[in-house]
C-alpha cells in the first residue's frame, strides 16, 4: 500500500489503513491487534504513540469509500476544555468505547457492545499529532 492519502485501501488483500502520522516521518516499532477487534492492528511508533491502524475485514470495506482522503478529522473540545481530533465513519450511536492498555489517549468508538461495528476514533494527545496532518489547518 503506497502513501496517497490519510487513508487507504487495497482491493487485492482487501486491507485499509488510517494514518494519525505523516507514514514517511516515523517509525513503526511493533504491531499489535486491538484486543477487542482483531481486525484492527495498532502500528506503534518510536516518536509517536501510534502512527496508524491497519484494518482488515468487514472493517476494511467500510473504510474502502473513503480511501485517498486527507484530513479526515475534525478539532473537538471536551467540556473541561481539552482539544481533541475526532473521525467518524458515520452518525451511528456510540455503544462502546475502548483503548489499547498501552496508548489510552487513543480511543476506538463502536456502535455496538461487542466492538465488531467499528465506527470512530478520538485522539487526545494533541501533543504528539499534528493538527495540519489531522484537520488540514
Not at 488510517?18 to 518510536?46: A, C, Q, R, V, W
Amino acid at each position: 500500500m503506497g502513501y496517497k492519502g490519510q487513508v487507504t485501501y487495497d482491493k487485492e488483500v482487501e486491507m485499509g489503513y488510517i494514518y494519525f502520522s505523516e507514514p514517511s516521518k516515523y517509525t513503526i516499532t511493533h504491531t499489535e491487534e486491538l484486543p477487542e477487534n482483531d481486525d484492527i492492528m495498532l502500528d506503534f511508533g518510536e516518536e509517536v504513540p501510534i502512527v496508524g491502524i491497519e484494518i482488515e475485514g468487514e472493517t476494511a470495506r467500510k473504510i474502502e469509500l473513503i480511501a485517498d482522503k486527507v484530513h479526515i478529522f475534525k478539532k473537538e473540545v471536551t467540556t473541561d476544555g481539552k482539544t481533541y481530533y475526532s473521525f467518524r465513519l458515520n452518525d451511528e450511536i456510540t455503544r462502546k468505547s475502548i483503548s489499547h492498555p498501552d496508548v489510552e489517549s487513543i480511543v476506538f468508538h463502536f456502535s455496538d457492545t461487542n466492538c465488531e461495528d467499528f465506527i470512530g476514533i478520538d485522539i487526545f494527545d494533541s501533543k504528539s499529532y499534528s493538527e495540519q496532518y489531522l484537520i488540514g489547518k
